[in-house]
């Protein structure tokens, strides 16, 4: 059931042109940036888009210029692992990694202790209503968000496309503290 959610999403969204993309992404950034989780935290982890996703780039550059410390993934296949690594150079300390996603190059990202991330916005392919989230299937995250502090933010990021009344989930499967979206920002009502 999840593996035909995912494609039937993931298809969604690659039906939208890049306009689409860079405004509703503008838009969530701006959104994010009004968040006083955002504006208190010291330190932010973040995905690199991909496959159209909600852009990213924006929102890092905006974060680093506000003086945050700017952390993405670093995916360690053979432990099925996130290691945050700090952003310090976007346009030339970044590689691909695994899937094809962009991570921070290990030689000028020093990695960051996951209990010093105040707020980690993650990718999904899919939320419900009530801030749960259904990835791409790895795990990668749901096993990272289960390490985080216990005052950590979760914050998700979305088209309005990829939002349901329910997704398919597991006992295992994260509840994010918020979702932002082009139109709305979900709390969780439970």
Do not use: W
């Not at 410390?69 to 590689?95: F, Y």
């Amino acid at each position: 059931m999840k593996k035909e959610f995912r494609k039937k999403v993931i298809a969604l969204r690659k039906e939208k042109d890049l306009d689409f993309i860079k405004y509703n992404s503008e838009i969530i950034t701006d959104k994010l940036l009004q968040m006083d989780c955002i504006k208190n935290a010291q330190t932010i982890m973040l995905y690199l888009d991909f496959n159209n996703e909600v852009c990213t780039d924006i929102l890092i550059k905006k974060l680093i210029s506000m003086g945050k410390i700017v952390a993405s993934p670093i995916t360690i296949m053979s432990e099925r692992k996130l290691i945050p690594s700090q952003i310090t150079d976007l346009k030339n300390g970044i590689q691909y990694g695994a899937y094809n996603i962009r991570e921070p190059k290990p030689e000028c990202s020093p990695s960051i202790d996951i209990k010093k991330l105040d707020v980690v916005i993650v990718p999904a392919v899919a939320y419900d209503k009530n801030c749960y989230r259904l990835g791409y299937g790895g795990g990668f995250y749901d096993r990272f968000l289960g390490n985080l502090r216990e005052d950590a933010v979760t914050v998700g990021i979305a088209f309005d496309l990829q939002i349901f009344d329910e997704v398919p989930k597991e006992p295992h499967d994260a509840q994010l503290d918020y979702i932002v979206t082009e139109s709305t920002i979900l709390t969780p009502k439970n």
